[in-house]
């Protein structure tokens, strides 16, 4: 069934921008890719069996690519239809290039995380699900949904007894409250040198309202997608109430090197304060046999 309200709006925007997205992020993604959330993702699935991986919110398929790299056979899923085909193309590519192995398997599939009939509807193919997964991996996708409950009670049937589910998100403290970039220029009387100061202003954090993400296209014609946050609280309930345990916790960001003089407010000139929060989760003890 197909979702309306606030879940279709946000499903609907991704479809819009779809082209953009994988424009923008192309073959190798972005800095805030490659340098915080992949570096992230390694350390997350270090040690796990490279057997079976599922991405969930695939986009273009970048996520999957890697997993397939990594050894994993991939099931890539993604709820917005113009993702995927975006993300089949681009991996197709690949294979004819040579630059993956075609023993390793990315298979796509249309998943609504949000949609109940959905999860059914995947969870009950056997042919698909088989054993399990050893990693579930959604990656920049949780601020993008509105309800996390399908996918924290869907994981249970998901993952392998030694498997796990790892994520990364925007920082729900800095980021996706509306967290107000500030910076403070004064001398310093004892050198003469001017020191710049910068910090971040918090109006609100428990109850913060979905909202429209910084527009990377050029397509003006569509309304960017939405964000929705969620304090520390609200982001892990979900899954604890699942019977799920969280055992690895990031938070990621940029040093000196990548700092941008020639923009002052740019994100990544605050140093100070994470850009990505990384996390693990693994079945509790009640799953497991």
Known sequence: MEQTGIEGQALAAWENHARSWDSTMGDDGNDYFSVLELPALKRMISGQKRNRAL????GNGLVAR?????????????????????????TALWYEEGRLDKERKISFE?????????WTHFTGNGNLLKHGFDVVVMNMG??????????AASLTSLLKQDGCFVATVLHPLFFTSGARRQ????????TGQRIIDRSILLSQYQ??????????????????PLSFHRSFQDLFAPFFRAGLILDALEEVNFDDTFREPAREYAARNFTE??????FRLRLGPVHRS
């Open 55 to 58: 991405d969930l919110a695939t």
């Open 66 to 90: 890697w997993l397939a790299e990594e050894g994993f056979s991939v099931v890539a899923t993604d709820g917005a239809r113009a993702m995927l085909e975006h993300a089949k193309a681009r």
């Open 110 to 118: 249309l998943l609504d995380v949000t949609d109940k009939d959905h």
């Open 142 to 151: 949780i601020m993008d949904v509105h309800d996390l409950e399908p996918l």
């Open 183 to 190: 910076i403070t220029i004064h001398e310093d009387p004892a």
């Open 207 to 224: 109850n913060v309202a979905p909202a429209r993400q910084l527009l990377f296209s050029n397509d003006s014609e569509h309304k960017p």
């Open 273 to 278: 304060f994470p850009k990505i929060l990384a």
